[in-house]
């Protein structure tokens, strides 16, 4: 079966495991999905993720994280579509809900969040936004 949006296939299975309050999940790896889990990892929205490369295809497991029974990602949406792509400059980057979300970039330097961005003053392409 091919996949014509593995990002968005991502967002879904991480929005779907957490509507069922599931410990953890398991899906296919490619490096795209990978520094995603990454950047989320990094900004406290997931507890661990972990990459299975024994079997013929690469596993990836991401465990999610919750308090006091809530998820800790409240929303996760796809911005930048493959029909539509949403491109923003490094001075563009506002944090969204005042610091309470991020935007995961595709950017010249890797995927990273949006305040990385700010740091650096580099834009790119908006993949997605984490509440």
């Known amino acids: 079966m091919s996949m014509s949006d593995p990002v968005a296939d991502l967002l879904t299975r991480i929005r779907n495991a957490n509507m069922r309050n599931k410990e953890s999940l398991v899906l296919l790896s490619s490096k795209i999905k990978l520094n995603i889990v990454k950047v989320l990892k990094e900004e406290g929205f997931i507890s661990n993720w972990e990459l299975d ?23 996760i949406t796809r911005a930048s579509k493959p029909g539509l792509r949403l491109y923003k400059k490094g001075k563009d980057c506002k944090p969204i809900l005042n610091g309470q979300g991020i935007s995961i970039l595709s950017t010249s330097k890797g995927i990273m969040s949006d305040r990385k961005c700010r740091e650096e003053n580099i834009g790119g392409e908006v993949l997605c936004t984490v509440l």
């Open 53 to 75: 490369e024994k079997g013929k295809f690469p596993q990836l497991t991401i465990w999610l994280k919750y308090v006091d029974n809530f998820p800790v990602i409240r929303e």
